[in-house]
């Protein structure tokens, strides 16, 4: 399905609420696509309302390296529990939906969209699906010669960002929460899937 459809059939769920200020989160493990899909969702919308469409990103919102490695660098725990400044996205939040009653969409982007502590803020949640091979391989080809030999780099991404992602899957079970999973895999053409395709191709029924 070419993303143009799919953004379509997603406006389509969508429209219903729209008459309220509406927050839009979509959630993903690193290297998704959510970034891109985020914005291309926000465009659409800006073409097909005349609502406010704001654009929000949770690496807006990323803690200073003392915080964010305090368990150390490699560490899965300190990704998921430490990464970014949850406080401060919950209230950025919370004021674009009192901002302009009626009038304002917010698209936010981020991983880790759906953790206990901002859940509740979001109207309609999108989970974007890839395999963790194709994280890895994703994050890769972005990060490679930035300075981390590329072996460290691939342990690295092992070991803390998969390693927090599963962490966040285990505990918080977003395929559970979301409103649509789409399947990401070729992000110009995006498919509509259900828990248990997601689930299978997250390696298996994450205990």
């Not at 097909?48 to 390296?65: C, H, L, M, Y």
């Not at 929460?177 to 248990?196: C, K, M, Q």
Request: hydrophobic letters at 40%; aromatic letters at 10%; charged letters at 25%.
């Amino acid at each position: 399905m070419k993303r143009q459809l799919l953004l379509e059939q997603l406006f389509q769920r969508i429209q219903p609420t729209i008459f309220k200020n509406l927050t839009i989160a979509v959630d993903g493990i690193d290297a998704a696509g959510k970034t891109i899909f985020a914005d291309s969702l926000a465009e659409f919308l800006l073409s097909r309302t005349e609502k406010d469409v704001v654009r929000a990103t949770v690496d807006s919102w990323i803690n200073p390296p003392g915080i964010r490695y305090a368990a150390g660098r490699e560490s899965a725990e300190g990704y998921y529990r430490n990464s970014f400044d949850l406080p401060a996205v919950k209230r950025y939040v919370e004021e674009q939906i009192e901002q302009d009653p009626g009038n304002r969409l917010l698209v936010f982007d981020g991983v880790f969209a759906f953790t206990h502590e901002l859940n509740a803020l979001w109207d309609y949640r999108i989970l974007l699906a890839i395999p963790f091979e194709l994280s890895i391989q994703r994050g890769l080809a972005r990060d490679t010669g930035k300075g981390i030999p590329e072996p460290a780099l691939c342990r690295l991404y092992e070991r803390r960002y998969i390693g927090g992602q599963k962490l966040y899957l285990s505990e918080v079970r977003p395929e559970t929460l979301a409103d649509v999973i789409v399947d990401n895999r070729v992000p110009g053409n995006p498919n509509l899937i259900d828990s248990g395709q997601y689930l299978k191709m997250m390696l298996g029924d994450i205990k």
